[in-house]
């Protein structure tokens, strides 16, 4: 299994949420660590939830926006798999929320596909290692028609925080941490699952 590794340079990162940027949600706190996955589509699902039961650190919380004829189906596989959730009002006009609450790595099996369909169809999924950090605030938010005034999910980091982002399109996933497993390659590698083989990608900065 490859996985591509870099570190996202600070001058990707606007100093607002953007819409279609880095990031599109708001960020309170600061996050030492943000780096950049890209897993090959086809081994994601397997890959990721092996990452996490490596990791270990259950229980993991859930921020996912999905359209309306999803909404049936992922309520459904959380009841048949006894996945906490609580639907969310948001005011996007096509879009549902949940948070959800996963306990342990056959929990995260079942809900992952549907974060990564989410993800591929640009809705917003979001999960955090241990800790609830999802709030919806208002705040500035750099729109195609400017800086506007709007609520907006945001996540709260603090000490040992690690939030993931599926990224658009499901290309890649953002790792956005305060833990020092993400510090270095080595440190990250050493978190994968067994027989991965890490290529490390150099961003250029703007």
């Given at each position: 299994?490859?996985?591509?590794?870099?570190?996202?340079?600070?001058?990707?990162?606007?100093?607002?949420?953007?819409?279609?940027?880095?990031?599109?949600?708001?960020?309170?706190?600061?996050?030492?660590?943000?780096?950049?996955?890209?897993?090959?589509?086809?081994?994601?699902?397997?890959?990721?939830?092996?990452?996490?039961?490596?990791?270990?650190?259950?229980?993991?919380?859930?921020?996912?926006?999905?359209?309306?004829?999803?909404?049936?189906?992922?309520?459904?596989?959380?009841?048949?798999?006894?996945?906490?959730?609580?639907?969310?009002?948001?005011?996007?006009?096509?879009?549902?929320?949940?948070?959800?609450?996963?306990?342990?790595?056959?929990?995260?099996?079942?809900?992952?596909?549907?974060?990564?369909?989410?993800?591929?169809?640009?809705?917003?999924?979001?999960?955090?290692?241990?800790?609830?950090?999802?709030?919806?605030?208002?705040?500035?938010?750099?729109t195609l028609f400017g800086i506007r005034n709007i609520v907006t999910p945001t996540i709260s980091m603090s000490k040992d925080s690690t939030v993931f982002w599926i990224g658009y399109d499901g290309q890649n996933i953002v790792a956005l941490s305060n833990n020092k497993k993400f510090l270095s390659i080595n440190s990250i590698r050493n978190q994968f699952p067994p027989k991965t083989n890490v290529v490390?990608?150099?961003?250029?900065?703007?």
């Amino acid at each position: 299994m490859e996985v591509e590794v870099s570190f996202v340079p600070e001058s990707w990162i606007s100093k607002y949420p953007d819409a279609g940027g880095y990031f599109p949600f708001a960020i309170d706190g600061t996050r030492s660590y943000v780096v950049d996955f890209i897993i090959d589509a086809e081994e994601s699902n397997n890959f990721i939830s092996n990452w996490m039961l490596q990791l270990n650190e259950f229980p993991i919380y859930v921020y996912v926006e999905i359209f309306e004829f999803q909404t049936e189906e992922f309520e459904h596989d959380c009841k048949l798999h006894n996945i906490e959730y609580k639907p969310l009002k948001i005011k996007k006009a096509n879009d549902y929320a949940y948070k959800a609450i996963i306990k342990n790595s056959e929990q995260f099996n079942a809900l992952f596909p549907h974060l990564d369909s989410a993800g591929s169809m640009n809705n917003l999924v979001l999960w955090s290692l241990q800790k609830d950090v999802f709030t919806f605030k208002q705040k500035e938010y750099k729109t195609l028609f400017g800086i506007r005034n709007i609520v907006t999910p945001t996540i709260s980091m603090s000490k040992d925080s690690t939030v993931f982002w599926i990224g658009y399109d499901g290309q890649n996933i953002v790792a956005l941490s305060n833990n020092k497993k993400f510090l270095s390659i080595n440190s990250i590698r050493n978190q994968f699952p067994p027989k991965t083989n890490v290529v490390t990608i150099q961003c250029e900065e703007e």
